[in-house]
């Protein structure tokens, strides 16, 4: 059973910066998208960006900019660097996974829902 595990949340003051990982394990589809989502209580959850098997990407336009996604396929790893942290950055992040490919942006704007999720990992920014 495919199983996602998210690392490096914290917290950290406006400004700074903290990369997510998210190791993939028992994952072995070769075209896939895969992103990093967000929530806080009582909101609605907020795409952030995506990566697919090709090496595109999309971004959030709140976060486009700041954060960097990319994908150690060696490592079955996703990273989500981000930078220029904003409280408004604050929230649960959760890392996805599909089983095949889609178009791209279609995770961030929400368009599907992916197959396979994490548990999350919350980051905290204070100004």
């Known amino acids: 059973q495919v199983h996602l595990a998210e690392s490096g949340g914290g917290s950290v003051q406006s400004g700074g910066s903290l990369r997510l990982s998210c190791v993939l394990s028992?994952?072995?589809?070769?075209?896939?998208?895969m992103g990093w989502f967000r929530q806080v209580p009582g909101k609605e959850r907020e795409g952030v960006a995506e990566i697919n098997n090709l090496g595109g990407t999309d971004y959030a336009v709140s976060v486009k900019g700041r954060f960097t996604i990319s994908l150690d396929k060696a490592k079955n790893t996703v990273y989500l660097q981000m930078d220029s942290l904003k409280p408004e950055d604050t929230a649960r992040y959760f890392c996805?996974?599909?089983?095949?490919?889609?178009?791209?942006?279609?995770?961030?704007?929400?368009?599907?829902?992916?197959?396979?999720w994490g548990q999350g990992t919350q980051v905290t920014v204070s100004s």
């Open positions: 996805a996974a599909t089983d095949r490919l889609y178009p791209l942006g279609w995770l961030v704007t929400k368009a599907i829902d992916p197959n396979y």
């Open positions: 028992r994952y072995t589809f070769s075209r896939y998208s």
